[in-house]
């Protein structure tokens, strides 16, 4: 069991280019999240995948689109990347009988200059 | 929607000392309390959690306060260790529901010094 994989691990982009952030687990869970993680600012979610064929608007989803192609696999869109869109980006699931136990991937560090 | 406060945002102690951190929040129909610990460039990891129906749980060295009255719930480490030193997470759910997001505090950074 790989758990929650994310990839890259790292990426630099420069102002307005566009790149899209995987996300899988093997886990068979239900939902899955995308976090951004900024210093001080704690972990705050952009949008999240109840189950396979739902998004939803998190807490801060400006600038991004996700789309949930199976239910191993989340991804994250940025359109028009921009510097306030640098950070360390997380993607976690949850298990149907435990929707609340977050389990997280290992984070994408992204860098837009 | 639900706010989650977390206090103190850094906390040094003694190896041996123990540390509390606290968090307070706002919806009271949150029922599931995390806490998670990140070490430098590493993923958040749950380390106990607390559900609304009890009041208290040990594991080991940490432990997990609740009171719903007020609002708050705190972490409890005893005889710190120096691989102890990490940021810690608290966070709030309002339910056992698919796809109920967590809502995090801001973290504490806590170095415990030998």
């Known amino acids: 069991n790989a758990g929650v994989t994310q990839t890259p691990k790292f990426q630099v982009l420069k102002t307005g280019q566009s790149m899209t952030l995987q996300c899988a687990q093997d886990?068979?869970?239900?939902?899955m999240y995308w976090y951004r993680q900024d210093p001080g600012m704690g972990l705050r979610l952009i949008y999240y995948?109840?189950?396979?064929?739902?998004?939803d608007k998190g807490e801060v989803p400006n600038g991004y689109n996700v789309s949930r192609l199976n239910k191993r696999e989340f991804s994250l869109r940025l359109e028009s990347a921009a510097p306030s869109q640098t950070s360390v980006y997380f993607c976690?699931?949850?298990?149907?009988?435990?929707?609340?136990?977050?389990?997280f991937g290992p984070g994408t560090r992204l860098t837009v200059l | 929607g639900e706010n989650v406060e977390q206090h103190p945002s850094t906390l040094s102690v003694q190896e041996g000392d123990s540390a509390v951190i606290k968090c307070t929040y706002s919806d009271s129909a949150s029922n599931y309390f995390p806490w998670y610990k990140q070490e430098l460039g590493k993923r958040p990891q749950l380390i106990i959690d607390i559900r609304s129906n009890v009041g208290e749980k040990k594991d080991q060295r940490i432990a997990v306060t609740l009171n719903k009255t007020a609002k708050h719930f705190s972490l409890h480490i005893t005889e710190t260790q120096p691989e102890d030193s990490a940021v810690y997470f608290c966070a709030a759910s309002p339910g056992n529901q698919a796809g109920t997001a967590l809502i995090f505090g801001k973290g504490t950074t806590l170095s415990v010094s030998s």
């Open positions: 976690a699931s949850t298990r149907i009988d435990r929707a609340d136990e977050q389990f």
């Open positions: 995948s109840a189950s396979e064929g739902t998004t």
């Open positions: 886990m068979n869970h239900n939902s």
